[in-house]
């Protein structure tokens, strides 16, 4: 049953309120005496609807509105106001107040307006739920200037129907990049498949990607489309390509070359108009010279690449990234946002990510939301294996030890250079400073190096 929270500094008023709905709506109701004791309750109290009173003494309904916004409280909330004030009423909707009420409206209409309310506090949780479960309702963000390029490049290819490889370490969000070259371009409204190549058994590659007819294999009992079929005139995401087996590969080839494609178990070849979009964390080119991949469908698969940077080289992306990825876990497990303490994001800045990335990250979020009822998350709920990595050089190596110690020292200083700009968004001087160096035009002789530019 729905609990509705009425607030109201005068008892006889939030009372009768509170025993009407009961009683004409069949809801469970709780009562607070003024702003600062509503905030309280929504706080402690599972609150699904809010009756809230614009004109109180001390912490007031404008307050009150403006304190829920400021934490992503999504509770619907209905004002009312005895002064007939239009204008009140439109900036309390402003604010994010679903409805207005007049003090002096029949109950019956009061109850309709909280079964609305309620309705509509549903459906925006359905659709967030179903955003996050088909990716839309995690966008790519970041204010980096890394992630900045990425997403201008991304707009570019956009219109254009090439293949793109998408090239990235894992976790690093290359089906986001994928949704929005597709989101973003003329193909938005037909399908986006995504299929993950690591993922099919060899046997059932061909299959999956170019359809089969019946009796094209023991347990082939009806004619069925691939992937390609079905993302025609649309977008077919690979993930993970450099898993195809060779056989796969040669057909993928024939696909990309004249767009004709043919079911297994039928010699008639059907034409598709399909915008193949590429993804791996392998180095393809070694993958070419140990002949695990073919030459000739990396050319046509590379005809433009996007290259994902890891986290840690745009880790002035965190607190971003954070915020949305406590929203996100907020809302799924239906709790009040929280909000990160200074101290906790700057050991989220300090570490590597070398693990998982951004995906890394949503996940360290959701262990932060659950460690507390807090509001605030404090530092020393962030994990023992990030706190300890944060303050470590180790975080600092390269994660992929291969080359000469040269080599291997060259790649640390950048990736150290690299993470101190993003951490002072760039600023030379700063950045010089922070790293112990004479003065900035000593950095910006490092920065020429190794190829970074502001």
Same mark, same amino acid.
């Given at each position: 049953?729905?609990?509705?929270?009425?607030?109201?500094?005068? /008892?006889?008023?939030?009372?009768?309120?509170?025993?009407?709905?009961?009683?004409?709506? =069949?809801?469970?109701?709780?009562? #607070?005496?003024?702003?600062? #004791?509503?905030?309280?309750?929504?706080?402690?109290?599972?609150?699904?609807?809010?009756?809230?009173?614009?004109?109180?003494?001390?912490?007031?309904?404008?307050?009150?509105?403006?304190?829920?916004?400021?934490?992503?409280?999504?509770?619907?909330?209905?004002?009312?106001?005895?002064?007939?004030?239009?204008?009140?009423?439109? +900036?309390?909707?402003?604010? =994010?107040?679903?409805?207005?009420?007049?003090?002096?409206?029949?109950?019956?209409?009061?109850?309709?307006?909280?079964?609305?309310?309620?309705?509509?506090? =549903?459906?925006?949780?359905?659709?967030?739920?179903?955003?996050? &479960?088909? =990716?839309?309702?995690?966008?790519?963000?970041?204010?980096?200037?890394?992630?900045?390029?990425?997403?201008?490049?991304?707009?570019?290819?956009?219109?254009?129907?090439?293949?793109?490889?998408?090239?990235?370490?894992?976790?690093?969000?290359?089906?986001?990049?994928?949704?929005?070259?597709?989101?973003?371009?003329?193909?938005?409204?037909?399908?986006?498949?995504?299929?993950?190549?690591?993922?099919?058994?060899?046997?059932?590659?061909?299959?999956?990607?170019?359809?089969?007819?019946?009796?094209?294999?023991?347990?082939?009992?009806?004619?069925?489309?691939?992937?390609?079929?079905?993302?025609?005139?649309?977008?077919?995401?690979?993930?993970?390509?450099?898993?195809?087996?060779?056989?796969?590969?040669?057909?993928?080839? +024939?696909?990309?070359?004249?767009?004709?494609?043919?079911?297994?178990?039928?010699?008639?070849? +059907?034409?598709? $108009?399909?915008?193949?979009?590429?993804?791996?964390?392998?180095?393809?080119?070694?993958?070419?010279?140990?002949?695990?991949? +073919?030459?000739?469908?990396?050319?046509?698969?590379?005809?433009?690449?996007?290259?994902?940077?890891?986290?840690?080289?745009?880790?002035?992306?965190?607190?971003?990234?954070? $915020?949305?990825?406590?929203?996100?876990?907020?809302?799924?497990?239906?709790?009040?946002?929280?909000?990160?303490?200074?101290?906790?994001?700057?050991?989220?800045?300090?570490?590597?990510?070398?693990?998982?990335?951004?995906?890394?990250?949503?996940?360290?979020?959701?262990?932060?939301?659950? /460690?507390?009822?807090?509001?605030?998350?404090? /530092?020393?709920?962030?994990?023992?294996?990030?706190?300890?990595?944060?303050?470590?050089?180790?975080?600092?190596?390269?994660? $992929?030890?291969?080359?000469?110690? &040269?080599?291997?020292?060259?790649?640390?200083?950048?990736?150290?250079?690299?993470?101190?700009?993003?951490?002072?968004?760039?600023?030379?001087?700063?950045?010089?400073?922070?790293?112990?160096?004479?003065?900035?035009?000593?950095?910006?002789?490092?920065?020429?190096?190794?190829?970074?530019?502001?």
């Amino acid at each position: 049953m729905s609990l509705v929270l009425i607030v109201d500094d005068i /008892a006889a008023m939030r009372d009768q309120y509170a025993y009407d709905l009961k009683r004409l709506g =069949g809801f469970d109701t709780i009562t #607070a005496s003024g702003g600062a #004791a509503g905030l309280t309750t929504l706080d402690q109290e599972p609150v699904d609807c809010v009756i809230l009173d614009l004109e109180m003494p001390g912490v007031d309904g404008f307050e009150v509105l403006t304190t829920l916004k400021r934490k992503g409280h999504k509770v619907p909330v209905i004002v009312y106001t005895g002064t007939g004030s239009y204008d009140r009423c439109v +900036r309390a909707v402003k604010l =994010g107040a679903y409805s207005f009420i007049a003090k002096d409206e029949p109950l019956e209409r009061v109850v309709r307006e909280v079964e609305n309310a309620l309705a509509w506090s =549903g459906l925006r949780s359905e659709i967030n739920r179903l955003k996050r &479960k088909t =990716g839309e309702g995690s966008p790519l963000i970041g204010e980096s200037r890394s992630a900045l390029a990425m997403m201008e490049l991304i707009d570019r290819l956009a219109p254009i129907p090439s293949a793109v490889l998408i090239m990235g370490e894992s976790g690093t969000g290359k089906e986001l990049v994928a949704r929005r070259l597709h989101d973003a371009g003329t193909r938005k409204k037909r399908p986006f498949v995504a299929v993950n190549c690591a993922a099919l058994p060899d046997a059932m590659v061909e299959s999956e990607l170019f359809g089969h007819e019946r009796g094209a294999f023991t347990g082939a009992d009806q004619v069925r489309k691939g992937a390609f079929e079905t993302a025609d005139k649309g977008t077919l995401f690979l993930d993970e390509v450099g898993e195809l087996p060779l056989a796969a590969q040669a057909k993928l080839l +024939r696909v990309l070359e004249d767009g004709i494609i043919t079911r297994l178990g039928s010699h008639q070849g +059907r034409q598709v $108009d399909t915008r193949v979009v590429a993804a791996t964390n392998r180095d393809l080119d070694s993958e070419v010279a140990a002949g695990r991949f +073919r030459q000739d469908l990396l050319f046509r698969l590379n005809t433009h690449v996007v290259q994902v940077p890891p986290l840690r080289e745009r880790l002035s992306d965190v607190p971003l990234l954070a $915020d949305h990825f406590l929203t996100m876990t907020c809302e799924k497990f239906g709790c009040k946002k929280r909000i990160l303490a200074p101290e906790t994001l700057d050991r989220l800045k300090s570490y590597h990510w070398s693990r998982n990335n951004i995906r890394e990250l949503r996940n360290v979020m959701e262990r932060l939301v659950i /460690a507390t009822s807090e509001e605030l998350i404090t /530092a020393d709920l962030v994990p023992a294996e990030i706190s300890a990595s944060s303050s470590s050089s180790e975080a600092l190596l390269p994660t $992929d030890p291969e080359g000469t110690l &040269k080599q291997q020292k060259t790649k640390a200083e950048r990736q150290i250079i690299l993470a101190a700009l993003e951490r002072n968004d760039w600023h030379i001087t700063n950045t010089a400073q922070k790293l112990g160096l004479s003065d900035h035009s000593s950095l910006l002789k490092i920065m020429k190096r190794h190829g970074l530019k502001k």
